[in-house]
């Protein structure tokens, strides 16, 4: 298993598995099978409206709660001091465990200083191991960075080859900040395993495409969570520790940041809209 250090020294794994759009009937079956084969890092969030799914999971795969490095996130309906620390105690409820090793602002939208306020006390608590945010720009990002004591030690974004966020993960590195890229495959979109290009670069490694894309992550040292619901897919995207790409590799992949748009882009209003007005599921 392939580590990423945190700027606390907290060492978490760099591939994990995520349950972003797993339906939550489906969720225990697939974290088992993510633990059974081989994963260690689990990501979920309270607005997946799956935490309980990780939870029964967790007790029922028999590993250890200590070996597993747990993720979850606050959304923007809980925003705010008061009601991120209600948020977080529900988090905890749902899945079964006393504390959480990472627990991230999912939005940079409401008052996500009152949050972070709350976030920084359960961290010195030890309620929490680290502590950071999701899909921050680099001006929020430093903003939140220096008008508060503790740095954010992940901050979770979106990365793959057609947008690979090079001057933000500049500024994440000069302030300490580990990159996660929550959607390494670009789920998907954009015909992204069908690249002709990252097909030749798959053919001379006999991999597949999904496989030197997330090697292209590790390459970097970027923290990744694919999500498959099929487990023979979980296998294929654990097993990219056994080749590297070369130099020339890694300049053709290079080569096609920008090729699409984003998939999620803050600049449209009724996105940010959406996500203000929508609430954290029961």
């Excluded at 697939?30 to 799956?50: K, P, Q």
């Excluded at 947008?163 to 500024?171: C, F, G, P, S, T």
């Amino acid at each position: 298993m392939q580590y990423a250090e945190l700027n606390n020294g907290l060492k978490m794994p760099i591939e994990g598995y995520g349950v972003f759009q797993v339906d939550p009937k489906e969720t225990e079956r697939c974290v088992l099978d993510a633990l059974e084969t081989g994963y260690r890092s689990l990501d979920t969030a309270a607005t997946y409206g799956n935490e309980e799914g990780v939870g029964k999971a967790i007790k029922k795969s028999g590993v250890a709660r200590e070996e597993i490095f747990l993720t979850s996130k606050l959304w923007v309906a809980d925003q705010g001091y008061d009601k991120a620390k209600k948020a977080f105690e529900k988090t905890l409820d749902k899945l079964g465990t006393d504390y959480l090793d990472l627990y991230l602002i999912h939005q940079p939208l409401g008052d996500y200083y009152g949050s972070w306020r709350a976030m920084e006390e359960l961290y010195k608590e030890g309620k929490i191991k680290a502590i950071g945010v999701s899909n921050f720009d680099s001006t929020r990002l430093v903003d939140l960075i220096v008008n508060n004591e503790v740095v954010p030690a992940v901050n979770q974004i979106e990365l793959h080859p057609f947008l690979q966020q090079k001057e933000a993960q500049k500024v994440m590195q000069e302030y300490g900040v580990k990159v996660e890229s929550w959607g390494p495959l670009a789920e998907a979109k954009h015909d992204i395993l069908k690249d002709e290009m990252l097909k030749k670069i798959a053919d001379k490694y006999n991999k597949t495409v999904a496989q030197v894309i997330l090697r292209w992550h590790l390459e970097q040292e970027i923290i990744i969570i694919p999500k498959s619901v099929r487990k023979e897919r979980m296998e294929e995207n654990l097993d990219v520790h056994d080749f590297s790409l070369d130099k020339a590799d890694m300049e053709e992949i290079a080569a096609l940041d920008g090729k699409y748009p984003r998939i999620v882009d803050y600049n449209i209003m009724d996105i940010v809209t959406g996500m203000n007005s929508s609430k954290t599921p029961e």
